[in-house]
């Protein structure tokens, strides 16, 4: 067994379209149009490398890369399989091994994985990687029905935008929209409600309808950290998901949530969304080792 790095594209490409992904952390993570694909893996290759298990035949076994969000912060796809030989978990711990060998001790590597469909409890002990947390992604095709008193939620006004983007700057850090860019965005099929309270904002929620799918996203929510527990989230759900059902001809309505407590998830139960998919987060941090 040899562990070796890749730079033929057509060759890492050969060896994704046919390999067994029973352990691929970020499958998901993968381009599916050609030609961003090729790009990605010119990236990929270049930092921070494409590494695999090579066999006494020349023959790939197993293949890992990543690819990175922050400076020295990487999220793993793979290890990617050949379905054609036993594996073994010492393997893909050898071969992750040689990634993090050639990054400084600051360097961070993220794995998710789909509980229902994929197997990651075992190598994640073999390497040490420690659970993060979990996305949930829920969906409905269920209105609520009547909701009482509203009077509290309005739609966004230019005179709490202060407000509203400190909270959404607080609630959300990494690649996600900027308040500025939410309210440009906001027109017929976007939709910004605010929880008013006592002249105070106190959460909001973000709506966008896509009529074309006959489907809408809940993309971001939030309650200020002031009144968590308060129910205001859940009021703001309740409001949003009577509003696209009465006004817009959406079939389901979706959103997810990161959290590390699933009876929390299993809330929102009440409110008539299930888990379609669950998305289990781990981290490995070089400097613990």
């Known amino acids: 067994m040899t562990i070796v790095n890749v730079n033929d594209i057509d060759q890492i490409k050969s060896f994704i379209e046919s390999a067994n992904y029973e352990m691929a ?12 694909f090729d790009a990605f893996l010119k990236d990929v290759i270049d930092n921070p490398g494409v590494y695999a298990i090579q066999n006494d035949e020349d023959e790939l076994t197993m293949l890992l890369m990543a690819f990175p969000y922050e400076n020295n912060k990487y999220k793993v796809i793979g290890p990617l399989i050949n379905p054609n030989v036993e594996y073994t978990i010492e ?19 993220s794995f998710s994985f789909e509980k229902a469909q994929q197997h990651f409890q075992l190598p994640m002990k073999a390497i040490g990687a420690s659970y ?37 700057q607080n609630t959300f850090t990494h690649n ?17 409600f605010m929880f008013m309270s006592e002249g105070l904002l106190k959460g909001y929620v973000y709506l966008q309808i896509f009529e ?26 309740k409001y949003v998901l009577h509003f696209a059902f009465q006004n817009y001809n ?10 590390k407590n699933n009876k929390l998830v299993a809330r929102f139960n009440e409110l008539g969304f299930n888990v379609n998919h669950e ?6 941090v070089k400097a613990y080792l």
């Open 250 to 259: 959406v079939k389901k309505i979706y959103f997810k949530i990161r959290s």
């Open 132 to 168: 993060n947390f979990t996305d949930y992604y829920l969906e409905t095709a269920t209105d609520v029905g009547e909701i009482g008193p509203t009077q509290n939620i309005t739609e966004y006004h230019p005179a709490y935008f202060r407000s509203f983007n400190k909270l959404h």
């Open 25 to 36: 952390s970020y499958l998901y993570k993968l381009p599916q149009a050609h030609n961003q």
């Open 176 to 192: 996600v929209m900027t308040g500025s860019e939410i309210i440009d965005s906001l027109e017929d099929n976007n939709h910004l």
């Open 279 to 284: 998305y289990k987060k781990y981290k490995f």
């Open 91 to 109: 393997e893909f711990d050898s071969l992750f091994q040689a990634m993090v060998n050639d990054h400084p001790d600051s360097a961070n590597f």
């Open 212 to 237: 074309n799918q006959q489907t809408a996203e809940i993309k971001y929510f939030a309650s200020h950290a002031d009144y968590r527990f308060k129910g205001i989230a859940f009021e703001l759900l």
